[in-house]
């Protein structure tokens, strides 16, 4: 599975298979990071723009969030 990543939520048995974007947002989020942070990697990497890169983003954590397979905290 050359770049991708599958994400495991243990306790709903469930398997996630991440591309090699997914698996690069996966990545990044290993540490504290404020998605326009992922957004600049991204669009540095990739060819995607600024407000397709936010929206694929956000609904890739947004759903990520609701696997409880990341956490989205407020920034300062």
């Given at each position: 599975?050359?770049?991708?990543?599958?994400?495991?939520?243990?306790?709903?048995?469930?398997?996630?298979?991440?591309?090699?974007?997914?698996?690069r947002?996966?990545?990044?989020?290993?540490?504290?990071?404020?998605?326009?942070?992922?957004?600049?990697?991204?669009?540095?990497e990739?060819?995607?723009?600024?407000?397709?890169?936010?929206?694929?983003?956000?609904?890739?954590?947004?759903?990520?969030?609701?696997?409880?397979?990341?956490?989205?905290?407020?920034?300062?």
């Amino acid at each position: 599975m050359d770049g991708e990543v599958v994400a495991m939520n243990a306790a709903k048995g469930v398997c996630f298979g991440l591309n090699p974007v997914g698996s690069r947002v996966w990545q990044l989020t290993a540490s504290p990071i404020r998605i326009a942070e992922i957004c600049e990697i991204l669009q540095r990497e990739y060819d995607v723009d600024a407000a397709t890169c936010e929206q694929q983003v956000v609904a890739m954590l947004e759903a990520m969030v609701r696997e409880n397979l990341v956490e989205i905290t407020p920034g300062a």
